[in-house]
């Protein structure tokens, strides 16, 4: 099929580069010279802006950090819309407020667009591998249409509901992988502080119902002191920003999510906003004063 | 072996029924009469006080509600410390406060027994199966040597460190469980509230980095709202208790875990101490005023 | 003093005719026609923009609900910036985020206009009274001149720093007035769930360490179930955004601001946004189950 | 009046001068002989057990740390109860958890003792100034009876309702400080993190609805950084856990005060449980990296 695909980031370059590789035409763009030049030796056709990225194909993905770039890409001056032709899909794969996806997706309706939200999980690993993944809202028959072009990217697609679903989808998501991350934190730091070593813990939970996917992949991190990212605090506070901001308008209260949030402020006000969301052990080991291994 | 077992409730009734399959020689003791009845007919000989059921064993298991119970087995009148010859070795199974731990085994080493703290993880259906998670505390030898006998009744038994390890341990363990119970009702609230099915956002999230045992279990039980326990909010609380006394007495702050308390004890005010601790989401509906399902 | 007067709200209206009583000639704008007759009426002159209502004034002042509208009004088409003189003074007496009053304040400094960020406290009682608290940032020398001005309006001004002081000032206002709101409500559900009259709590306590201006004003009002606005939790809530906003701006976790938010957002859920922020009482009388008079 | 007293610490020995000044004979008893002598040197005889402290007395007074202290001291061997006559009235002024006071005052009732709770507010300046603001639970007419001895010791002495009722509000009372006190800090800190000097946020707030006692005696203490107690944060821990012990009793969840414990036990884990409760700014200052001066 021929593609648009814009945001050519961590996320965005394999992604693209998956759905090369399988065959697709694509049409690339990207702030960042050095990005598009990456994918145009992998085979794509380079494009200044988001419209020329959109002019001439029936799908275009945008893959961009938040609600601002995905609004000034998809309704700006030099966006998508003056680019594409009624019937085309878009498809925004980034992770922001739903209530935003609803509002560009009327503005690409007034043009003939059709919009999904299609935002996914599992980070730079799965979307080098193509096993992301994906949750996806919008009318069911357009998801029904591109599901083949997104499981070049995800090992599942999932469809949650009308536009705007995605994006809900993946804020419940990190929702309770923040709080996850936090309770891991806190009980570690108990174990320590009460004189069991956390890695035995860890042993010994993990089988339980205590056992999740936040505790196999973050506590060796912990335990290792390596916080490389993964998925970096800066983005996981954008995203319970996101949360917080769609609970308060659809009358959800979020005390977990709240309080998480203030946990990661504390290591961004540190300075740590670039270290992987596995570093929130650091605001245990603030307030207890000892470091967890 | 021959095995002293105290405390035939919800779970030690089960738990004993395993030892005597497996082939050991079980004299139990209970408050209640009929649960004590169940298990002579099964091929226990029957104690009337916790010393009687220790006299003569090598090997004596405590399994009750929470610390003072075991304090009173133990140490109390007619207590298994009056029973026990020196070189018996106690073994409490209960989930209780590491700290009590600590002290009853030192009354223990005063007269020659042996205590390991080994609590167990996975409710009535793994005790039924035999298949508990059984995270131990206590000297290394100790454990090895009744290693074989704790695996009549559980499917994993580790050591986990020095007494009071296991119970530490447990409450590790209850601190993630609680905060992850927690943390998906507020997720499904904010789908539900957003106007998305939280069925179809566990399908799209429990393959990824938001799984774990507690939304595979938990979360089918708050939509079909069947809140048989399973676990019961009343004894989540006491776990949760005891983390906190805990946490306090070894200066490791827990704030998410005092936050989940509080939810718990709303649900208690309600009446619904009974529940299971899936039933928490009901704080949420209460916070929202809707129903997730 | 000439004055241009921009926002005749519930605060704008009193604030602007205690300075027509002080004999200063007003220029006023506001949406609302009704508004601006009621003000003609006391001796005002009607603008129809922000930039007439600026043309040919030493002195401005804006009295807006949030940043967003203070933005419109000064830097927006027809705004204040195409009206006013260079050397003209804008007070900007809203209650908005501090990083906003410096962008605006910048905005107003390219074009020769001084500004001073003064938001109020008292509501509408001390507004009508002219005995507001007034709470100011911007150049000392700047806040010296209009000082006596700002005197027709309130009993004190206090300058409190560079541009942003004053709404930092009044953020930290807002943050110790919602937590202490909280505190007396969950204080005052303790003792009515223990049994105890919290009227006679109110009695025993106002005299001692517990004493304050939010105990005097709000427990009253919680006991009579009276929650006529006073400070509507809407703009109790928009407070808090603008706290929670510039706190991560600035490395300043608020873990008790956020947990008040996420009780406030269950008020406005309820359909309660418009009630005084004295019914946050009515989180305590949801989750206990019980009204707490 | 003839009056036994029992319990000389901090508080103990100004209140108990007071009685012996306004001409009431003390009988006085406690561990430390060097505090008895004290007493005994201001015209108290000395007593070695509340047994004799209570002997031949028509008022006995107990102001001792916790609970377990007045059960002891009340019920225990060499008690109260062994040395009271029938119709003598126990005036507990210790803070202790409301369920405790009912308790005692069972087992004081079947010894014909009548038991009044009247805990203080005001810590050792207004003990020794007798001015101690006095909140009292039990029967209104014993009450009545002792409430000019009471006021030897306090400005105010005021009937809560029955037994316990005196302890239940100043649970409340402590409830409303703690928080207070967190809120404090939290603003102060939003402030200094935004370049504001908290001096100046002091004198701007001070006057209008975030004004308060607590703001009034513990914003000076955090900026001078002078944490001399007062009242330490290990007693305002011990009220906070018979607070939480209490609500949770009673069906009244307690989600701030859960939240400011955690923050104390921070900085008792850092070693400080000895400063005085303002010393709590030392959490924030810890999270945000800054002292607040």
Same mark, same amino acid.
């Given at each position: 099929?021929?593609?648009? +695909?814009?945001?050519?980031?961590? !996320?965005?370059?394999?992604?693209?580069?998956?759905?090369?590789?399988?065959?697709?035409?694509?049409? =690339?763009?990207?702030?960042?010279?050095?990005? #598009?030049?990456?994918?145009?030796a992998a085979g794509a056709r380079a494009a200044d802006t988001p419209r020329e990225?959109?002019?001439?194909?029936?799908? =275009?993905?945008?893959?961009?950090? &938040?609600? $601002?770039?995905?609004?000034?890409? #998809?309704?700006?001056?030099?966006?998508?819309?003056?680019?594409?032709?009624?019937? %085309?899909?878009?498809?925004? !794969?980034?992770?922001?407020?739903?209530?935003?996806?609803?509002?560009?997706?009327?503005?690409?309706?007034?043009?003939?667009?059709?919009?999904?939200?299609?935002? #996914?999980?599992?980070?730079?690993?799965?979307?080098?591998?193509? %096993?992301?993944? *994906?949750?996806?809202?919008g009318e069911r028959a357009v998801f029904d249409a591109v599901r083949p072009v997104?499981?070049?990217?995800?090992?599942?697609?999932?469809?949650?509901?009308?536009?705007?679903?995605?994006?809900?989808?993946?804020?419940? &998501?990190?929702?309770?992988?923040?709080?996850?991350? /936090?309770?891991?934190?806190?009980?570690?730091?108990?174990?320590?502080?009460?004189?069991?070593?956390? /890695?035995?813990? +860890?042993?010994?939970? @993990?089988?339980?119902?205590?056992?999740?996917?936040?505790?196999?992949?973050? %506590?060796?991190?912990?335990?290792?002191? &390596? +916080?490389?990212?993964? +998925?970096? *605090?800066?983005?996981?506070? @954008?995203?319970?920003?996101?949360?917080?901001?769609?609970?308060?308008?659809?009358?959800? $209260?979020? $005390?977990?999510?709240?309080?998480?949030?203030? !946990?990661?402020?504390?290591?961004?006000?540190?300075?740590?906003g670039g270290d992987d969301h596995s570093a929130l052990v650091g605001f245990y080991?603030? *307030?207890?004063?000892?470091?967890? /291994?």
């Amino acid at each position: 099929m021929k593609i648009g +695909f814009i945001g050519l980031g961590i !996320m965005g370059r394999p992604m693209a580069k998956n759905l090369l590789r399988a065959g697709h035409a694509l049409t =690339v763009c990207d702030h960042h010279p050095e990005h #598009v030049a990456e994918l145009a030796a992998a085979g794509a056709r380079a494009a200044d802006t988001p419209r020329e990225a959109a002019a001439g194909n029936e799908l =275009v993905i945008t893959m961009l950090p &938040n609600s $601002p770039n995905v609004r000034e890409a #998809v309704c700006g001056e030099g966006g998508v819309l003056e680019g594409a032709a009624p019937g %085309t899909v878009l498809v925004d !794969m980034s992770s922001i407020a739903p209530g935003a996806s609803q509002e560009i997706a009327a503005a690409c309706a007034e043009k003939g667009v059709k919009m999904l939200d299609a935002p #996914v999980s599992g980070g730079e690993p799965k979307a080098v591998d193509g %096993t992301l993944s *994906i949750m996806a809202g919008g009318e069911r028959a357009v998801f029904d249409a591109v599901r083949p072009v997104l499981l070049c990217m995800g090992a599942s697609a999932v469809w949650c509901g009308e536009i705007g679903a995605g994006n809900t989808t993946k804020l419940a &998501n990190q929702v309770i992988v923040a709080a996850n991350i /936090a309770a891991v934190s806190e009980a570690m730091m108990l174990a320590r502080r009460a004189g069991v070593d956390p /890695a035995r813990v +860890f042993d010994a939970v @993990k089988g339980g119902l205590a056992g999740s996917a936040v505790l196999n992949a973050k %506590t060796p991190m912990m335990l290792e002191r &390596n +916080f490389a990212p993964g +998925f970096r *605090i800066d983005l996981h506070i @954008k995203d319970l920003g996101n949360a917080l901001e769609t609970g308060h308008a659809v009358g959800a $209260p979020l $005390p977990l999510t709240a309080a998480v949030m203030e !946990m990661m402020q504390t290591l961004r006000a540190d300075g740590r906003g670039g270290d992987d969301h596995s570093a929130l052990v650091g605001f245990y080991e603030k *307030i207890a004063g000892e470091t967890i /291994a």
